[in-house]
């Protein structure tokens, strides 16, 4: 009997765990390398001035590595060792001696190649691992499972049957989102666009039919949702064509005290708050610090913009758009998702915490029965 009930618990508390084991692909961390020469490796303070070497690691030396970076198309890896020696090596006169602990987290996001030659794929999540010899072509949808945001940011991505790691910085794969963001070249608003993961600053949109990639956009909060968006001018202010937070601007206009400014969007930037107006058939952008409005326009008063768009859920918010899988791994685009699909009970989420429940009815049953076939044995014996 006592044996039994151990067993039980046993197969309660390993249940989680094998579960756990399956939660998520890898995400880089650090990793151990050596040298490859027995000369040993030099190491420097800084990647852009590689003559001056501060020293070297010597054969065999146990190095931890736990940043990437990639410049001029060469890789760098800084590189420590026991005694805290730190310094940038060559990536390529390393060996990979002992893969990092991946603890990353699983995703399902719709990705896309944007490199023009296509993109190659390592076995793991650095330039210290080999290739896997596959090369997905420009403009493919991919999946994108798992990511880490590191110095370096890594994409586990699958394209039908090939699954392997790339380098996002570089902006080769990134993700697609649905929202709003405010392209800043042309005033254009995108509501379908791409985002690498990396830097937040680098956006993909469509531009007469075709994709563009630039490094420059901002966060937009949406139509201006108020009560009023005509304003009358206290006071000068100078219109420009775009949203630049440079020193150096030129001004299209200038807005005269007495003038009718009608706001159509907003965004904001490190305190500083822009607005798209029209004012006597010219757009532009104007700046005010924040709570400066109430000296510019007459009955300005942006906190009260703020709660109107806040208590009307009017922001739009920047969200990945999710994969979805067909038998082969090809990806299901997501205009293609049925709009009314009904609560998914086989998702993997939920079979886990189905499979969970069940089996702690069926341990709980037994344990049950158990007992009450041993009090009827008892009773039994005591007859």
Same mark, same amino acid.
């Given at each position: 009997?006592?044996?039994?009930?151990?067993?039980?618990?046993?197969?309660?508390?390993?249940?989680?765990?094998?579960?756990?084991?399956?939660?998520?692909?890898?995400?880089?961390?650090?990793?151990?390398?050596?040298?490859? &020469? $027995?000369?040993?490796?030099?190491?420097?303070?800084?990647?852009? +001035?590689? @003559?001056?070497?501060?020293? /070297?690691?010597? !054969? =065999?030396?146990?190095?931890?590595?736990?940043?990437?970076?990639?410049?001029?198309?060469?890789?760098?890896?800084?590189?420590?060792?026991?005694?805290?020696?730190?310094?940038?090596?060559?990536?390529?006169?390393?060996?990979?001696?002992?893969?990092?602990?991946?603890?990353?987290?699983?995703?399902?996001?719709?990705?896309?190649?944007?490199?023009?030659?296509?993109?190659?794929?390592?076995?793991?999540?650095?330039?210290?691992?080999?290739?896997?010899?596959?090369?997905?072509?420009?403009?493919?949808?991919?999946?994108?499972?798992?990511?880490?945001?590191?110095?370096?940011?890594?994409?586990?991505?699958?394209?039908?049957?090939?699954?392997?790691?790339?380098?996002?910085?570089?902006? &080769? $794969?990134?993700?697609?989102?649905?929202?709003?963001?405010?392209? +800043?070249? @042309?005033?254009?608003?995108? /509501?379908?666009? !791409? =985002?690498?993961?990396?830097?937040?600053?680098?956006?993909?949109?469509?531009?007469?039919?075709?994709?563009?990639?630039?490094?420059?956009?901002?966060?937009?909060?949406?139509?201006?949702?108020?009560?009023?968006?005509?304003?009358?001018?206290?006071?000068?202010?100078?219109?420009?064509?775009?949203?630049?937070?440079?020193?150096?601007?030129?001004?299209?206009?200038?807005?005269?005290?007495?003038?009718?400014?009608?706001?159509?969007?907003?965004?904001?930037?490190?305190?500083?708050?822009?607005?798209?107006?029209?004012?006597?058939?010219?757009?532009?952008?104007?700046?005010?610090?924040?709570?400066?409005?109430?000296?510019?326009?007459?009955?300005?008063?942006?906190?009260?913009?703020?709660?109107?768009?806040?208590?009307?859920?009017?922001?739009?918010?920047?969200?990945?758009?999710?994969?979805?899988?067909?038998?082969?791994?090809?990806?299901?685009?997501?205009?293609?998702?049925?709009?009314?699909?009904?609560?998914?009970?086989?998702?993997?989420?939920?079979?886990?915490?189905?499979?969970?429940?069940?089996?702690?009815?069926?341990?709980?049953?037994?344990?049950?029965?158990?007992?009450?076939?041993?009090?009827?044995?008892?009773?039994?014996?005591?007859?």
């Amino acid at each position: 009997m006592k044996k039994i009930f151990v067993i039980i618990l046993g197969v309660i508390f390993l249940i989680p765990i094998t579960v756990k084991a399956d939660m998520g692909p890898p995400a880089v961390r650090e990793y151990k390398a050596t040298p490859k &020469s $027995v000369d040993g490796v030099k190491y420097y303070s800084d990647i852009y +001035q590689l @003559n001056k070497a501060i020293g /070297t690691f010597e !054969y =065999k030396t146990i190095l931890t590595i736990a940043e990437e970076r990639k410049v001029n198309g060469k890789s760098y890896a800084y590189a420590c060792d026991k005694k805290n020696n730190c310094g940038y090596v060559l990536i390529s006169e390393l060996t990979l001696s002992e893969k990092s602990n991946l603890d990353g987290f699983e995703l399902k996001y719709v990705g896309r190649v944007f490199a023009k030659d296509g993109v190659e794929l390592y076995e793991g999540p650095g330039y210290i691992y080999k290739k896997t010899g596959d090369k997905i072509p420009a403009n493919a949808n991919v999946v994108v499972s798992g990511y880490d945001q590191n110095e370096t940011t890594w994409l586990k991505i699958k394209y039908k049957d090939t699954v392997g790691f790339v380098d996002s910085d570089d902006a &080769s $794969v990134m993700i697609l989102y649905k929202g709003q963001a405010l392209i +800043q070249k @042309n005033n254009k608003v995108a /509501t379908e666009f !791409y =985002k690498s993961n990396a830097w937040d600053r680098k956006i993909a949109y469509k531009e007469d039919g075709k994709y563009v990639i630039q490094d420059e956009y901002f966060e937009f909060s949406g139509d201006f949702k108020y009560s009023k968006t005509e304003f009358k001018a206290l006071d000068e202010l100078n219109l420009y064509k775009l949203l630049d937070y440079s020193e150096h601007k030129d001004s299209i206009y200038t807005i005269k005290k007495g003038d009718t400014v009608k706001f159509i969007y907003d965004a904001a930037y490190q305190g500083t708050l822009s607005y798209y107006v029209e004012v006597n058939g010219k757009k532009g952008w104007i700046e005010m610090d924040y709570g400066a409005g109430g000296e510019y326009f007459e009955g300005f008063d942006y906190d009260r913009i703020l709660d109107y768009i806040y208590d009307n859920n009017l922001y739009t918010y920047n969200e990945p758009v999710e994969a979805k899988e067909d038998e082969v791994g090809d990806i299901v685009p997501p205009e293609e998702k049925d709009k009314d699909e009904k609560y998914d009970w086989f998702s993997k989420q939920n079979i886990i915490i189905l499979s969970c429940a069940g089996a702690f009815l069926i341990v709980l049953t037994a344990i049950v029965t158990m007992l009450l076939v041993n009090k009827k044995n008892k009773k039994s014996v005591q007859d």
